[in-house]
């Protein structure tokens, strides 16, 4: 809260210098613009960027910077008995209890005298960094907010420095986007190469049985583990296809009708009705189909003498299909109607029909677009996870069967990572190995999007 306060602070100064900017512009100019060489708000912009952005990039460097020292100060002043032949896991587990002790939550150590005086002294370097920061911040805002105001003469060309300086920020907001992105992955891919040393690819990529509870002791049973995600894989295709199976005939055939036959009242009416389902949060899904939709078809499935189990890839892969399906008809109709009219107007020229015109004209002219709503709602119901976790259940079997229960590669992703956990087991490393996995499945189906757009793109411009 007090980062934020003191945040707010040095936006509130560039805000000043923003009015004093443009005032002082004005009053050098005898409230004349046509003296200036640039209009009075890229004056006052000139002194907000130079007041506001000096403040928050020291906020930032110093909240990213700030905690490692505060950290390797309170380690290092540790006597050195309890930190003697430890290693680097248990030295960051002893850190832990410092900070949970200091930020008054529970500790497995917190009656130990030197583990208190740690505490303590993470608590007054904090504080000490906080009030340095606080000072450091202030100056520099309000001393860039000085010069700058002294620097503006009618002369000045403010909004070329202004333009550059907002190029600057957009390109470093680009940057910011990309390497995160590239943080991402390479996370996944130095994890998921650890989960590779102890279990070799192949296991994990054809593997048939799935079981990654892994022991404490060698002697216990199931020490070793399971991790073929044959069956994570099967069962993630099997609740996609489920779902695509509802959604792209309904919502294709929605956006069809909305965008070719529907009055414009109905029209108005119904397709936020329909994009009312984008909003509604998955659990309230997970629920709806725990409920209602899978004792349905259990309770369906046995008036006709079929055994359905109670938690079931087809219940979920239709509350799933259902939740996507304005994913497919809003893309759809919006594609539908980006289609030129001339195209219309040439089709009925030449004797079709409406539906002719539809189906040969309009339908192959808006496919680029149709297949991208179709692959982003195959990405959406891979990622899904909690429709799965309340409908499908958690269970990896390896079936085609839509009445029995299975799992995803996502529900198990969850389950391996909640709770604290070793991240030097195969156990806890598998959960990147299937992120990595679900990585490149879907960067795939983003690669086959773009090769679909291009090819057909080329052919109706």
């Not at 907000?48 to 490692?68: K, N, T, V």
């Not at 390797?72 to 540790?78: F, Q």
């Not at 156990?427 to 773009?450: D, E, H, Q, R």
Request: aromatic share 8%.
């Amino acid at each position: 809260m007090q980062t934020l306060i003191l945040i707010g602070a040095v936006l509130g100064l560039g805000l000043i210098g923003y009015v004093m900017g443009r005032a002082r512009s004005l009053i050098i100019a005898n409230n004349t613009v046509k003296n200036l060489h640039s209009l009075p708000s890229y004056y006052g912009a000139y002194v907000a960027l130079w007041a506001g952005l000096p403040g928050l990039a020291l906020l930032a460097a110093w909240l990213i910077i700030q905690p490692q020292i505060v950290e390797g100060l309170v380690m290092g002043g540790l006597p050195a008995a309890l930190t003697a032949d430890l290693s680097g896991a248990q030295r960051g587990l002893l850190l832990h209890d410092i900070v949970n002790l200091a930020t008054g939550n529970i500790s497995t150590r917190g009656n130990e005298p030197a583990i208190v005086a740690a505490a303590e002294r993470y608590n007054d370097l904090r504080h000490f960094g906080f009030m340095l920061m606080t000072v450091a911040a202030l100056a520099i805002t309000i001393s860039g907010l000085i010069v700058a105001r002294a620097k503006i003469t009618p002369t000045m060309r403010a909004r070329n420095s202004v333009e550059k300086a907002i190029n600057a920020i957009l390109i470093v907001s680009s940057l910011i986007a990309v390497l995160t992105t590239l943080g991402i992955v390479l996370s996944l891919i130095f994890e998921s190469i650890r989960f590779f040393a102890q279990v070799p690819f192949q296991d994990f990529l054809f593997g048939m049985d799935w079981s990654p509870q892994t022991a404490l002791r060698a002697d216990q049973v199931g020490s070793s583990g399971a991790f073929g995600a044959v069956p994570l894989f099967a069962g993630t295709l099997l609740i996609t296809v489920i779902a695509m199976l509802v959604a792209a005939p309904i919502g294709l055939m929605s956006a069809i009708y909305m965008a070719e036959y529907a009055d414009p009242r109905v029209r108005a009416v119904a397709k936020p009705m329909l994009e009312v389902l984008a909003g509604i949060p998955t659990v309230v899904y997970g629920f709806f189909a725990a409920l209602t939709v899978a004792p349905f078809f259990r309770g369906f499935g046995e008036s006709i003498g079929l055994d359905v189990s109670s938690e079931s890839a087809l219940a979920a892969g239709v509350v799933m299909g259902i939740m996507i399906i304005p994913f497919v008809s809003s893309l759809s109709d919006d594609v539908i109607n980006a289609v030129p009219q001339s195209l219309r107007d040439g089709s009925y020229g030449l004797g079709a029909t409406h539906s002719e015109t539809i189906r040969n004209v309009v339908i192959p002219a808006a496919l680029p677009g149709i297949v991208s709503a179709l692959l982003l709602a195959v990405s959406r119901a891979i990622g899904e996870t909690m429709i799965v976790v309340m409908a499908a259940g958690l269970s990896a079997n390896l079936t085609i069967n839509p009445l029995e229960a299975v799992t995803t590669v996502t529900v198990q992703i969850v389950t391996l990572l909640v709770g604290d956990q070793e991240f030097d087991s195969a156990k806890t490393l598998s959960a990147f190995a299937l992120g990595l996995t679900l990585f490149v499945i879907t960067l795939g189906l983003n690669v086959i999007a773009l090769v679909v757009v291009r090819k057909y793109r080329e052919k109706y411009d």
